[in-house]
């Protein structure tokens, strides 16, 4: 038969949609055409299997050959369909069985030596084999990455030979099982290593409790940093699910998923020189930017004013959705961005406004035209705005820490967590308005105290909202089922910004 089908995998985002490459051989001259929108690494695949098929002592059908990337209208790009497409000419040309061929999809670059190659989003085309069904045959580097996924069959291969003598029944390929680690704490700052500032403490652990955003201000040396860096540390551990979101984007980003790291919240702190593009994603070939590789872990913008202020706008939509769609004239893909905004500035351009010694001569213009780099929608949408202070000589000189170490915070964080998801199965930052007056109902003096704040402050309704969700996340850590005028004074105390 010169008709064979090989099923393989496509990335778009996220996605991993299905591809059936089907290889035809013809009577007439020796030709090769690739069609179905392959773009150059795609067409250039067509001497990398010459040169595996021939270095692997195989024939290379000297026939007209046509290879369809169907559907036709999904673009094709990477090295990923070398090995189905070796495999399906291999098939076509009689040289390998095709009977076994639905049951597995393939994918891999080839070397000319006919090694295989690890390529990328190799963990959401393991969900989306699961789904059908079918095994997946991988480049070896590629298994841990895609044995992530339970109830899929991996088959690891490093070399062409081996898939061929699999398909042939001859030596069989033994399925890859991941070994993980130990589930132990990652070696994360602690926060028992931060002096003082207890008012900034509780505010980072109201923040990991409910998945509040949240905007530090103070002088530099007061420790905003030194904070931001160890919120991950008091977070609680992430579920399998969503493990298995934050491992897919890392899967098809750049720098690959690296096993070790599986399970951990990321903390990505990108300079303020960064673009629009790197924040969010984008390119002609859509990659997820900043705030998806910080899906469910901590996105830091230390010297927040720094950054251009049409990169910050571009935070505004995410926050809300907690996704990003990059729409290209091309394609379109969509990356979750579920992602813990903490921010840090200085308040104001030379940085020590309000110090003890004095030393800021910032005319009142000046400190107005730095804050206002930074948008009042933005600032509208950080549930969470506090001061971190300078520090006392008494409290550097004392030897002795007697702070709350991460563990014990991580403790009430978690039990905090645990009872939003029962009540309501999500974090209290994710609470719709509706269910923000079904879930976190106040009582007349709440109510009182909450329009007055409204009044005095000019507060919009969107911070209205975001205070009640900040008072239900106190009241959680408290363990209290109603939210009480404490905790709502306690929200309150947290937008100091809007003051100013």
Known sequence: MSLAIVHSRAAVGIDAPPVAVEIHLANGLPALSIVGLPEAAVKESKDRVRGALLTSRFEFPARRITINLAPADLPKEGGRFDLPIAIGLL???????????????????????????????????????????????????????????????????????????HLRGHTLITPHVLQLPPHSPPDLPDLADVRGQHQARRALEVAAAGGHSLLMLGPPGTGKTMLASRLPGILPPLSEEEALEAAAIASISDHGFNAAHWGRRTFRAPH?????????????????????????????????????????????????????????????????????????????????????SGRCHCTREQIQRYRARISGP?????????????????????????????????????????????????????????????????????????DRAVDRLGLSARAYFRIIRVARTVADLAGSKTVELPHLTEALAYRRLERS
């Open 91 to 165: 098939a076509a040309s009689g040289q390998l069985p095709q009977e076994g061929l639905p049951r597995y999809e393939f994918l891999g670059e080839l070397a000319l030596s006919g090694e295989l190659r690890p390529v990328r989003g190799v963990l959401p085309a393991a969900l989306k084999a699961r789904e059908r069904g079918r095994a997946l045959v991988v480049p070896a580097a590629n298994a841990d990455e895609a044995a992530l996924v339970s109830d899929v069959t991996v088959l690891p291969a490093s070399h062409l030979l081996e898939v061929c003598a």
């Open 272 to 356: 303020h020189t960064a673009s629009g593009v790197a924040l969010v994603g984008g390119g002609s070939h859509p990659r997820p930017g900043e705030i998806s590789l910080a899906h469910h872990g901590v996105l830091f913008l230390d010297e927040l004013p720094e950054f251009d202020r049409k990169v910050l706008e571009v935070l505004r939509e995410p926050l809300e959705s907690g996704r990003i769609t990059i729409s290209r004239a091309a394609r379109q893909a969509e990356f979750p961005a579920r992602f813990q905004l903490v921010a840090a500035m200085n308040p104001c351009p030379c940085g020590y406004l309000g110090h003890p």
């Open 378 to 450: 933005l600032l509208d949408r950080i549930d969470l705005q506090i001061e971190v202070p300078s520090l006392p000589q008494e409290a550097l000189r004392n030897s002795e820490n007697s702070a709350e170490d991460s563990a014990t915070v991580r403790s009430r964080v978690t039990a905090a967590r645990e009872r939003q998801l029962e009540r309501q199965g999500k974090n209290n930052s994710e609470l719709s308005n509706r269910e923000c007056g079904r879930l976190c109902k106040l009582g007349d003096r709440e109510l009182d105290l909450l």
